[in-house]
C-alpha cells in the first residue's frame, strides 16, 4: 500500500487526515496507509476516540502502548507512542520507565 499525501487527499480523505493533523500537529505514516480506505481510517479514529472515554488517561494509554511496543519490538509504534508520550507531557525519565512496564501510577 502506499502512503496517501495529506495536501493532495480530496473529500472523506481529506476531511479525516486533517482532522488528525489538527489533533496531532502531523500526520502518522500509519494514517496515511489507513487513507487509502476512508473507512478503515474512520473505523481507526473512532476505536481511538472512544478509548479517550476509558478510565485510563491518556498519559497512561500511551505508556501502555510504549511498553507493547517494546516488548513486540515494533520500532514504529515505540517511536511514534514515545512521540505522543512527549506530547502528552511525559518526562524522559517516565518514557523510559514505560518501556520496562514501571510507573508511579498504581493502576
Not at 57 to 75: D, M, P, Y
Amino acid at each position: 500500500l502506499t502512503t496517501i499525501d495529506p495536501a493532495s487527499a480530496t473529500g472523506k480523505t481529506k476531511e479525516l487526515l486533517d482532522a488528525v493533523q489538527s489533533k496531532l500537529g502531523l500526520v502518522p505514516n500509519m494514517t496515511k496507509v489507513m487513507a487509502n480506505s476512508p473507512a478503515v481510517l474512520e473505523s481507526y479514529l473512532a476505536f481511538s476516540g472512544a478509548l479517550g472515554h476509558s478510565s485510563i488517561n491518556a498519559k497512561l494509554r500511551e505508556q501502555i502502548a510504549i511498553v507493547t511496543a517494546q516488548s513486540t519490538a515494533c520500532s514504529y509504534c515505540l517511536s511514534a507512542h514515545t512521540a505522543i508520550g512527549k506530547m502528552l507531557g511525559l518526562s524522559a525519565d517516565e518514557l523510559a520507565s514505560s518501556r520496562k512496564a514501571g510507573s508511579t501510577q498504581a493502576k
